[in-house]
């Protein structure tokens, strides 16, 4: 089982840019496809961007794409999320997991993401 570390959140102004990573442990992270995630406070997680096992493929949710980018170091066990041109609505707790998300969830902790106005 695949156990998943992110970091790299914080507080941001608005137009902003961070870099998230998730540390993952086992063997196996290298064959599966990763995604990132994110949760605002009241509403459902909500899926940012994929990235398949070998890097070559990438997609991303429309509320993100053009702004965040997705990609892997399977050297590192690591995948990242750049953000750039951040705006208050992407304020959230960030989360990567395999993709499709496994039955029993497999969540980490998340990383906070504030982007001030």
């Known amino acids: 089982q695949v156990q998943l570390v992110e970091s790299g959140g914080g507080l941001v102004q608005t137009g902003g840019s961070l870099r998230l990573s998730c540390a993952a442990s086992?063997?196996?992270?290298?064959?599966?496809?990763m995604g990132w995630f994110r949760q605002a406070p009241g509403k459902e997680r909500e899926f940012l961007a994929r990235?398949?096992?070998?890097?070559?493929?990438?997609y991303y949710a429309n509320s993100v794409k053009g702004r965040f980018t997705i990609s892997r170091d399977n050297a590192k066990n690591t995948v990242y999320l750049q953000m750039n041109s951040l705006k208050p609505e992407d304020t959230a707790v960030y989360y990567c997991n395999r993709y499709p998300t496994p039955p029993d969830g497999g969540w980490g902790q998340g990383t906070q993401v504030t982007v001030s106005s």
């Open positions: 990235i398949s096992w070998s890097g070559l493929t990438t």
């Open positions: 086992g063997r196996t992270f290298s064959s599966y496809t």
